[in-house]
Structures are given as C-alpha cells and as structure tokens.
C-alpha cells in the first residue's frame, strides 16, 4: 500500500471512529449543471461532542469522458473553490453554502464528480483528517 493510499485509509477510519463526516447535500446525484451560470454547493457536518476544528476545503469539477474518473485521493477536478469552511448550525443541521461558477469549457461533460476534499483537526490529540466526498452529475449543452 502506498503512502497515498495508507494515508486516506486512516483518515477514513479515523473520521468513521469518530462519528466526523461531511456531506454533499447539494447538487444532488444527477444534477444537470449549466456551464457558464453559478451553482450552489451545500456542505454539511455531522454535530459532535470532540473537538473538531475545521481547517479548509477545495470543491472540484471532474470531467470522467466515457470511464470511470480517478479516485480524488489521486488526482480532483478543475478547481472551483478552495479555502475555508465555516458551516453554522441551523436548527439540527450544520451546514455551509458555497456558489460556484461552473466553467464555460465544461460543456457536454455527461459523465462527471463534483468533488470536495475536507482537512479538519479531530480531538484534544490533534489529529489531521482529510476526507473526499463527490456526487454523479452532468452539464448542459454539446461537447
């Protein structure tokens, strides 16, 4: 097993033993996007009793052409945001948005990931996570 791989394994266990995940609640699976326009990011945390001190993120644009795209611990998307990721309880739900642009040359991307990787500080022991989320969606118009 590689460092990569050995790395997002643990951060995976770590986050899992935890109770700590983030979400995509926004676009949903199968989202059709319109290049050119804003969308929005909807970005979600599950509540807990450890510390958890959120450090940033990065949402991407991954173009899959007719295969499978690579796993984002690999390689992400085309940049559309990054930086930090404050998200506010609202009633039972903590939650973030974020709007971004979808790119003018992302037209006719039938089979792409939305993609977000999520760094946090988990606990008194300062533990680094690094989690990757992503959701099925497409663009609008003919490539």
Known sequence: MNMKSLAAALALCTSTAFGQSMSILQPT?????????????QLSVTNSNTGFYQVGLAITLA???????????ETMGRL???????????GPHIYQNFTVTVPDYATGWNNSLLQVAHFYIL????????????VSVSTSGSS
Do not use: R, W
């Open 29 to 41: 699976e199968g989202t059709v996007l319109t290049p050119g326009e804003n969308t929005t990011v």
């Open 123 to 134: 606990g008194a022991s300062s533990i680094p996570v690094l989690e990757f989320k992503n």
């Open 63 to 73: 173009d899959c052409g007719e295969g499978e795209c690579q796993p984002a611990t």
């Open 80 to 90: 559309l945001y990054t930086g930090g990721y404050a998200p506010t309880q609202v």
